[in-house]
T-cell receptor
Framework: AQTVTQSQPEMSVQEAETVTLSCTYDTSESDYYLFWYKQPPSRQMILVIRQEAYKQQNATENRFSVNFQKAAKSFSLKISDSQLGDAAMYFCACGIIFGKGTRLHILP | NAGVMQNPRHLVRRRGQEARLRCSPMKGHSHVYWYRQLPEEGLKFMVYLQKENIIDESGMPKERFSAEFPKEGPSILRIQQVVRGDSAAYFC?????????????FGEGSWLTVV
């Protein structure tokens, strides 16, 4: 069975600064995918970034990037130049299993 | 190209009634997933279905909950004899094929309130 752990229930960052959200996972699969989703106040689930486990290169999408450490089963999300619109719940997922989320506050 | 459609968006039921939530996957998607999100909590996986088959129901409560995805029509999550603790947002997601590698796309959720 897969498990996903997000150890930071809440985080705050100053606007324009950089923040890193942590995620660790466990899986018995040899080939798997990892995802970060964002859930703004509208509650819509929005895909932020995805990483294929067999690829060593960390995925990047504009201001969002991941630090994927396969041996450590760690998959953190880095948000650069934080913007007010980044305020949301962020969920890490391994396949179809999600963590409990990290609520990110952006301080103006 | 319509996304994942869920209805109703909001549903109010009295304790003991039945709730039926419907989900139409994205066009071309044959895999459906249901999740429950309790207030201020994360997404809890409930069930994964293909057309006419339940692939993984490890997250479904043993009683009162059932799901189907018939050959024709939407997937349905059915909750019988609802209790206050069933009040939550229920999200449906779909993917084109197996879960391991494909991104799953979410609907906007159905909010169930049990009074």
């Amino acid at each position: 069975a897969q498990t996903v752990t997000q150890s930071q229930p809440e985080m705050s960052v100053q606007e324009a600064e950089t923040v890193t959200l942590s995620c660790t996972y466990d899986t018995s699969e040899s080939d798997y995918y990892l995802f970060w989703y964002k859930q703004p106040p509208s509650r819509q689930m929005i895909l932020v970034i995805r990483q294929e486990a067999y690829k060593q290169q960390n995925a990047t999408e504009n201001r969002f990037s991941v630090n994927f450490q396969k041996a450590a089963k760690s998959f953190s999300l880095k948000i650069s130049d934080s913007q007010l619109g980044d305020a949301a719940m962020y969920f890490c997922a391994c396949g179809i299993i999600f963590g409990k989320g990290t609520r990110l506050h952006i301080l103006p | 190209n319509a996304g994942v459609m869920q209805n109703p968006r909001h549903l109010v039921r009295r304790r003991g009634q039945e709730a039926r939530l419907r989900c139409s996957p994205m066009k071309g998607h044959s895999h459906v997933y249901w999740y429950r999100q309790l207030p201020e909590e994360g997404l809890k996986f409930m069930v994964y279905l293909q057309k006419e088959n339940i692939i993984d129901e490890s997250g479904m409560p043993k009683e009162r909950f059932s799901a189907e995805f018939p050959k024709e029509g939407p997937s349905i999550l059915r909750i019988q004899q609802v209790v206050r603790g069933d009040s939550a947002a229920y999200f449906c997601a779909s993917s084109p094929s197996s879960s391991s590698g494909n991104t799953i796309y979410f609907g906007e959720g159905s909010w169930l309130t049990v009074v």
